[in-house]
C-alpha cells in the first residue's frame, strides 16, 4: 500500500485528494511518508516538483481538467514484426 501511495505522489496529475480518499492520508501524512521512505535528495527532488504544482490540489485545478493523467500516458503500443 505505502508503494502506491508513493507512486500515486510521484504523479504530476494525481492529487492529494485522491491519495486521502482511496488511502486515508493527508497531504502532511504523504510528506513524512515520502520523506520517510526516499533517499534525502529525491525527497527533495519531490518536493520541488509538488510544490505550487496546481494539478496536485483539485481547488488550484483549472475548471474542466477532469482527467487524471495525460492522454497518452496509457497508450497500447503496437507491436512490430
Known sequence: ?????????????????????NYGFCEAEVIKIMRGNLKPASFRAWRKRVTNRKTKHLKLRPEGILRGYCPTQYKQRSRGK
Do not use: G, Q
Open 1 to 21: 500500500m505505502i508503494s502506491r501511495v508513493i507512486e500515486m505522489a510521484w504523479e504530476d496529475r494525481t492529487p492529494f485528494e485522491a491519495i486521502l480518499a
